[in-house]
């Protein structure tokens, strides 16, 4: 089991190698583009041992973003081909808002980039880094009045998802119940061919019906030019997610502190903040489940599900004390930790629910950073040991597997599920599942080597 100083030597290799000049993919084959949110994640680990590469990698994906303010989930290297969903696929230039000198997906993701932004300064300090902060507040404050004028029709202070790749988490069984009022027998699904079940098992990806789903969005999205104000009249996919509204929360709060260093007006941002912090915490918390659920804009109502996502809010700093401790409740229980403490903590989605599954990708998989947005929570709210077992678990599959991108909760798997030949007559230990050398796991993983508690 590697060291913690062999772990570090071997997260910043793989942020190095998958440098690719302007930004870093997130991995080396699966991923070639530069992806949103990864992107925020790298350049919190590039913040530790190289500034330049941290500062570049959020301003290539400012470069692309849209006339709205809208950051795209995926910016294209035109280098690149062979991906799906390509360029091609997406056509972003059907809308007046695209950027034309880049190529670019039609949607978003969450808005961790003022809290990358805030690391960044926080690990450099000198005027460069303020300099930063001044070239990239009014790109990051574009994102978030774009999110609170086109996501939030309400105007409740929720920002709505249209796209589950949007959340970040594509096949959660979140989306299980907003899917049911469409009929894939009866819409319109343009043909697409899949790349990524050739480079990994499909049994760890989402599978047909879902991708059927997410490229019928996309094309509804297309025949609406990705007009934001038609999309929020009428679309067959609108929900009200707690883990994007809990990154917005936290990324309004590190905008503030900005605003503060760079003495800017940070009004705005306290209005948002207490706005959204009130709103998913009087809309999403379900008094059941003692977890922060999902609110379907079609349907009308919260969905019944039980997602890592919703312990996100305690990173935004959402919930009361009392609250936060029932919240502690569900993340000990059963549900996730498991009756005998099998689990490593946490599973994207309740271990006890039929719709668990512990390989399929957001189904039930440990994920390195939403572990670690929860784990930055918990020490909030001062839940220091629970805090450190989430660290420690998080270290733990990362030393035993190695940098994947998600990993099997069970801490102790059947072996025939969890076993493959390695050479004629020898088994490997297999418990970190998707693509290895993956970015945000090795850069967030400098980030818990870097807090040591
Ligand atoms: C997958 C993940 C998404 C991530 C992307 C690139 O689509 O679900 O969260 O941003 O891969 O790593």
New binding site residues.
């Given amino acids: 089991m590697p060291n913690d100083h062999a772990l570090q030597t071997e997260a910043q290799e793989i942020l190095l190698t998958n440098w690719c000049g302007k930004y870093t993919k ?2 080396p084959r ?2 070639p583009h530069q ?4 992107s925020g994640f790298i350049a919190i680990g590039f913040s530790y041992f190289d500034q330049k590469k941290a500062q570049q990698e959020l301003r290539s994906l400012f470069d692309a973003q849209w006339r709205t303010g809208m950051v795209p ?2 910016v294209f290297n035109p280098a690149v081909a062979g991906y799906f969903p390509g360029h091609d696929f997406w056509e972003s230039h059907l809308s007046p808002d695209a950027p034309s000198f880049h190529q670019t997906s039609g949607l978003t ?1 969450p808005p961790v980039h003022a809290i990358a932004l805030l690391a960044i300064y926080r690990n450099c300090h000198n005027t460069a880094a303020v300099r930063f902060l001044k070239e990239l507040f009014p790109k990051v404050k574009a994102l978030h009045r774009y999110l609170y004028e086109y996501r939030d029709p309400l105007k409740e202070g929720l920002v709505y998802i249209r796209h589950p ?1 949007e ?5 959660s069984p979140a989306w299980d119940e907003p899917y049911r009022s469409i009929d894939l027998t009866h819409v319109e699904i343009p043909p697409y061919r899949r790349t990524d079940t050739t480079v990994i098992n499909a049994e760890h990806r989402p599978t047909k019906e879902d991708y059927d789903r997410y490229v019928y969005l996309v094309h509804t999205a297309k025949k609406q030019r990705y007009d934001e104000k038609a999309i929020a009249q009428g679309f067959p996919f609108l929900v009200q997610d707690p883990l994007f509204n809990g990154i917005l929360c936290k990324a309004n709060e590190d905008m503030i502190e900005i605003a503060e260093i760079i003495h800017e007006d940070a009004g705005q941002f306290k209005e948002w903040n207490e706005e959204t912090r009130r709103a998913i915490d009087g809309k999403l918390w379900d008094s059941q489940m003692k977890l922060y659920t999902y609110y379907d804009l079609n349907a009308k109502r919260r969905t019944t599900a039980g997602a890592h996502s919703g312990f996100v809010p305690l990173y935004g700093g959402v919930p009361d004390s009392s609250r936060a401790q029932e919240l502690i409740q569900t993340l000990q229980s059963e549900r996730f930790r498991g009756a005998q403490a099998e689990n490593y903590l946490v599973p994207s989605y309740d271990v006890t629910s039929p719709r668990f599954n512990p390989v399929r ?2 189904r039930g998989p440990v ?1 390195i ?1 939403v572990n670690w947005m929860i784990y930055n929570g918990l020490r909030r709210y001062g839940f220091h040991e629970l805090a450190a077992a989430v660290r420690q678990h998080s270290l733990d599959l990362l030393r035993r597997y190695g940098f994947y ?1 998600y990993f099997d909760p069970r801490k102790n798997p059947p072996p025939s599920e969890n076993e493959v030949p390695a050479r004629p007559g020898e088994r490997r230990e297999m418990g970190g599942y ?2 290895d050398q ?3 796991s090795a850069a967030l993983c400098l980030d818990l080597l870097h807090q040591n508690s």
Avoid: K, Q, R, V
């Fill in positions: 997130p991995s699966l991923y992806w949103n949110w990864d989930h995926i993701m790749w959340s970040g988490t594509d096949n990708y957001w994920w950073n991108e998707g693509t993956f970015s945000w």
